[in-house]
Protein backbone atom coordinates (compact mmCIF):
# COMPACT_ATOMS: atom_id res chain seq x y z
CA UNK A 1 0.00 0.00 0.00
CA UNK A 2 2.39 2.97 1.31
CA UNK A 3 5.93 3.80 3.19
CA UNK A 4 5.07 3.76 6.98
CA UNK A 5 5.71 6.98 9.00
CA UNK A 6 8.91 5.58 11.42
CA UNK A 7 11.60 7.67 11.28
CA UNK A 8 14.74 6.44 9.21
CA UNK A 9 16.52 5.21 12.39
CA UNK A 10 13.42 2.97 13.81
CA UNK A 11 13.14 -0.84 13.72
CA UNK A 12 10.44 -0.24 11.47
CA UNK A 13 11.65 2.44 8.94
CA UNK A 14 10.94 0.79 5.77
CA UNK A 15 8.18 -1.57 6.09
CA UNK A 16 4.98 -0.93 4.15
CA UNK A 17 1.63 -0.61 5.42
CA UNK A 18 -1.40 -2.67 4.20
CA UNK A 19 -4.95 -2.66 4.59
CA UNK A 20 -7.10 -5.56 6.04
CA UNK A 21 -11.07 -5.09 5.34
CA UNK A 22 -13.35 -6.16 8.84
CA UNK A 23 -16.50 -7.70 8.35
CA UNK A 24 -18.18 -4.43 9.18
CA UNK A 25 -16.03 -2.93 6.62
CA UNK A 26 -13.74 -0.80 8.36
CA UNK A 27 -10.55 -0.41 6.86
CA UNK A 28 -7.58 -1.71 8.97
CA UNK A 29 -3.52 -0.33 8.75
CA UNK A 30 -1.28 -2.34 9.79
CA UNK A 31 2.88 -2.77 9.10
CA UNK A 32 3.92 -5.63 7.32
CA UNK A 33 5.97 -8.04 9.64
CA UNK A 34 9.41 -7.41 10.47
CA UNK A 35 12.06 -10.25 10.03
CA UNK A 36 15.36 -10.14 12.16
CA UNK A 37 18.47 -10.55 10.38
CA UNK A 38 19.90 -13.56 12.07
CA UNK A 39 23.01 -12.28 14.70
CA UNK A 40 25.44 -13.89 12.44
CA UNK A 41 24.18 -11.40 9.73
CA UNK A 42 25.92 -8.42 12.20
CA UNK A 43 29.70 -7.91 11.66
CA UNK A 44 30.83 -7.61 15.16
CA UNK A 45 32.92 -3.61 16.21
CA UNK A 46 33.46 -5.10 20.00
CA UNK A 47 32.09 -6.95 23.06
CA UNK A 48 30.66 -5.38 26.26
CA UNK A 49 30.19 -6.92 29.35
CA UNK A 50 27.40 -6.13 31.43
CA UNK A 51 27.41 -4.62 34.90
CA UNK A 52 25.07 -5.04 37.84
CA UNK A 53 22.53 -1.77 37.14
CA UNK A 54 23.35 -1.48 33.36
CA UNK A 55 19.87 -0.49 30.91
CA UNK A 56 20.02 -0.80 27.63
CA UNK A 57 19.10 2.43 26.38
CA UNK A 58 22.42 3.82 27.96
CA UNK A 59 24.71 1.42 26.46
CA UNK A 60 22.88 1.95 23.09
CA UNK A 61 23.53 5.70 23.77
CA UNK A 62 27.34 4.78 24.94
CA UNK A 63 27.88 2.37 21.75
CA UNK A 64 25.76 3.67 18.96
CA UNK A 65 25.19 7.39 20.39
CA UNK A 66 21.34 7.05 20.40
CA UNK A 67 19.62 5.83 23.33
CA UNK A 68 16.41 4.41 21.00
CA UNK A 69 18.65 2.57 19.04
CA UNK A 70 18.44 -0.25 21.84
CA UNK A 71 16.51 -2.44 19.16
CA UNK A 72 20.04 -2.41 17.43
CA UNK A 73 21.56 -4.59 20.52
CA UNK A 74 18.51 -6.38 20.88
CA UNK A 75 18.59 -7.67 16.45
CA UNK A 76 22.37 -8.59 17.05
CA UNK A 77 22.04 -10.49 19.92
CA UNK A 78 18.81 -12.04 18.64
CA UNK A 79 16.89 -11.16 21.62
CA UNK A 80 13.43 -10.23 21.34
CA UNK A 81 12.78 -8.36 25.09
CA UNK A 82 15.13 -5.54 25.64
CA UNK A 83 15.14 -6.59 29.74
CA UNK A 84 16.81 -9.95 28.76
CA UNK A 85 19.90 -8.59 27.58
CA UNK A 86 21.17 -6.66 31.20
CA UNK A 87 19.28 -9.13 33.40
CA UNK A 88 22.90 -11.12 34.25
CA UNK A 89 25.53 -9.36 35.20
CA UNK A 90 28.96 -10.82 33.53
CA UNK A 91 27.24 -11.71 30.44
CA UNK A 92 28.19 -10.57 26.60
CA UNK A 93 26.47 -8.10 24.36
CA UNK A 94 27.45 -7.99 20.84
CA UNK A 95 28.09 -4.42 19.78
CA UNK A 96 27.99 -4.37 15.71
CA UNK A 97 27.20 -2.63 12.30
CA UNK A 98 23.31 -2.78 11.36
CA UNK A 99 22.48 -5.92 9.14
CA UNK A 100 24.12 -6.23 5.72
CA UNK A 101 26.91 -3.38 6.58
CA UNK A 102 30.03 -4.67 6.39
CA UNK A 103 32.92 -4.44 8.57
CA UNK A 104 35.48 -1.63 6.47
CA UNK A 105 39.10 -3.80 5.68
CA UNK A 106 41.45 -2.89 8.26
CA UNK A 107 38.84 -1.87 11.05
Known amino acids: MSTN ?3 P ?29 PPDDFQLLEEYTVVEGDRLDNIAAKFLGDPEQFWRI ?18 K ?11 PPNA
Open 74 to 91: CDANGVLSPDELTQTPGS
Open 93 to 103: LRITLPAGIPK
Open 9 to 37: TSRYSGLDTTTLTAADGRIIVYLRRRFVP
Open 5 to 7: PFS
